[in-house]
């Protein structure tokens, strides 16, 4: 099964500062057809999980351009570019290339 | 508007059964492989199972965990997935979430509670 791990597992941010997560994959990530289907998720708190990011850095319909999403192959980071009252919850990356899909931890994002 | 609905959770003892199900609405439920996911009370999302769309053979993909106790299945007429958890254990206790194969939307989930 591919391993994936976050960095860090707790961030307090300041309201309007940026904020970034990182997520390692235990091996590559690209698909045989060509696409990395590595994928950010947002869970807010008592709420089911929404899909920010797809395919590495595809910001999903309705989702706010401050989140983005890059990297490659086994590393990927997800970036707020600044950190609003409503983007506090737990943020998740997932594969889908390979089964089992798998996810990271979760990273708390909160206000300090 | 995309809509996925869980339902059939509840309380039930060790070694028994239970099955939820999916009900979709505002989009053409045949066309999507449709995913099943799982969150433990206060852990982290685990993903349970994948069954394809018919055009893809309507097979299936299951977690380690749940291979051989867990059985995805759909009705394409009735826009309906079922996830049927039978020999539950108490390790199976979580809110269980159904979604599409583009991950999106996400329903509210059905908490399942397994205990004697």
């Given at each position: 099964d591919i391993v994936m791990t976050q960095t860090p597992l707790s961030s307090p941010v300041t309201l309007g500062q940026p904020a970034s997560i990182s997520c390692r994959s235990s091996?590559?990530?690209?698909?045989?057809?060509?696409?990395t289907y590595l994928s950010w998720l947002q869970q807010r708190p008592g709420q089911p999980p929404r899909l920010l990011?797809?395919?590495?850095?595809n910001r999903f319909s309705?989702?706010?351009?401050r989140f983005s999403g890059s990297g490659a192959g086994t590393d990927f980071t997800l970036k707020i570019s600044r950190v609003e009252a409503e983007d506090v919850g737990v943020y998740y990356c997932m594969q889908a290339?390979?089964?089992?899909?798998t996810f990271g931890p979760g990273t708390k994002v909160d206000i300090k | 508007e995309v809509q996925l609905v869980e339902s059939g959770g509840g309380l039930v003892q060790p070694g028994r059964s239970l099955r939820l199900s999916c009900t979709a609405s505002g989009?053409?439920?045949?066309d999507y492989a449709m995913s099943w996911f799982r969150q433990a009370p206060g852990k982290g999302l685990e993903w349970v199972g994948f069954i394809r769309s018919k055009a893809y053979g309507g097979t299936t993909e299951y977690a380690a965990s749940v291979k051989g106790r867990f059985t995805i299945s759909r009705d394409d007429s009735k826009s309906i997935a079922y996830l049927q958890m039978n020999s539950?254990?108490?390790?199976?206790t979580a809110v269980y979430y159904c979604t599409r194969i583009t991950f999106?939307?996400?329903?509210?989930g059905t908490l399942v509670t397994v205990s004697s």
């Open positions: 091996q590559s990530l690209v698909h045989s057809d060509g696409n990011i797809y395919k590495i850095s309705g989702v706010p351009d290339t390979q089964f089992p899909h | 989009f053409t439920f045949g539950l254990k108490t390790e199976d999106d939307p996400w329903g509210q």
